[in-house]
């Protein structure tokens, strides 16, 4: 029975990396074919595109996990898991802080509000997003800082006594717990927030229509609609992400080789295989390119039979 639980999920891990991959390449490759035929990427193409470089890095960092933990456990000697590891982290920073980033540029380009404050920053986007961006490498320095030394602590665990090392066990974990929670909650909190302005910027621009008597149904509407339904998608898969990583962390010792590890690795790669998608149907311009591929395919399909 478990034999098969591992193989169903097995199949579940490396079908969402393919799809996954499938659909951030996509992203890279329509944004960088505009690029070199001398088309200027907008910056939401530019985060469109960077988001998902990283997060090709980071379904890649997942799969060697999970290849290395449940079928070659000699795969990873010390070397490659601090390997895979640093570049996991990496990536995983850039995959949320892109994300967020996104958010809050459409929140900048869509939301309507009279406050001068605002309307600076909506002026001001793209330095914002960098500002975002810069600002957000102090995390990733802390999340680095505290895996090297975590890395270190257990190169030297066998040395000294059993309850020196179940001492620095319990300290690993403190230390894991609470600078992923840190580092995880503040941009969940940003794009809670970008949601919630967003519904009050719809709110207020509902309002006015239906006093002015021309209905709810407009481009702004559509435009704000489509906005939320990527922020809402993007925080429900993250906050399942975000409580597999908990689990997972907070079970260590006990989850190297079983089935909720493994499901928690499944849990990880959905949030950036499904998101992707979303993202590209949320764009004009890469949802036109998937459905001119999708029809190609099915003609070229039509043709071989």
């Given at each position: ?22 659909a ?56 490659v ?26 929140l ?46 257990k ?26 929670t ?42 704000h ?41 499944v ?14 149907w ?24």
């Amino acid at each position: 029975m478990k034999r098969l639980l591992l193989s169903i999920l097995s199949v579940l891990a490396i079908a969402e990396f393919v799809l996954g991959t499938f659909a951030n390449v996509f992203i890279v490759l329509v944004n960088g074919i505009d690029w070199v035929k001398g088309q200027k990427l907008s910056c939401a193409d530019g985060i469109l595109t960077a988001l998902a470089v990283s997060r090709i890095g980071f379904l890649w960092g997942i799969l060697l996990n999970w290849y290395a933990t449940v079928y070659n456990p000699c795969f990873y000697s010390s070397g490659v898991r601090t390997i895979v590891y640093i570049a996991w982290v990496v990536s995983n920073h850039f995959s949320l802080w892109l994300a967020v980033s996104l958010s809050i540029f459409y929140l900048l380009k869509i939301a309507n509000f009279s406050s001068l404050f605002f309307l600076h920053l909506k002026w001001k986007a793209e330095r914002v997003i960098l500002m975002v961006l810069l600002g957000s490498l102090v995390f990733l320095i802390c999340h680095l800082t505290e895996v090297s030394l975590k890395l270190k602590m257990k190169m030297n665990n066998n040395e000294g006594n059993i309850t020196w090392v179940t001492n620095l066990e319990h300290i690993l974990h403190l230390s894991d717990m609470t600078v992923f929670t840190i580092v995880h909650v503040m941009p969940f909190t940003m794009s809670l927030m970008t949601l919630l302005l967003l519904l009050f910027s719809m709110w207020k621009h509902l309002k006015k229509m239906q006093l002015s008597g021309k209905g709810s149904q407009g481009a702004s509407t559509k435009v704000h609609v489509r906005a939320m339904q990527t922020l809402i998608s993007f925080l429900l898969l993250f906050f399942i992400y975000f409580l597999s990583r908990i689990t997972s962390i907070w079970n260590s010792n006990n989850l190297q080789n079983n089935s909720v590890a493994m499901l928690c690795r499944v849990l990880g790669l959905l949030y950036c295989s499904f998101h992707s998608f979303v993202l590209i149907w949320g764009n004009k311009k890469l949802r036109q390119a998937i459905l001119s591929f999708l029809s190609q395919l099915k003609c070229w399909v039509k043709e071989n039979k």
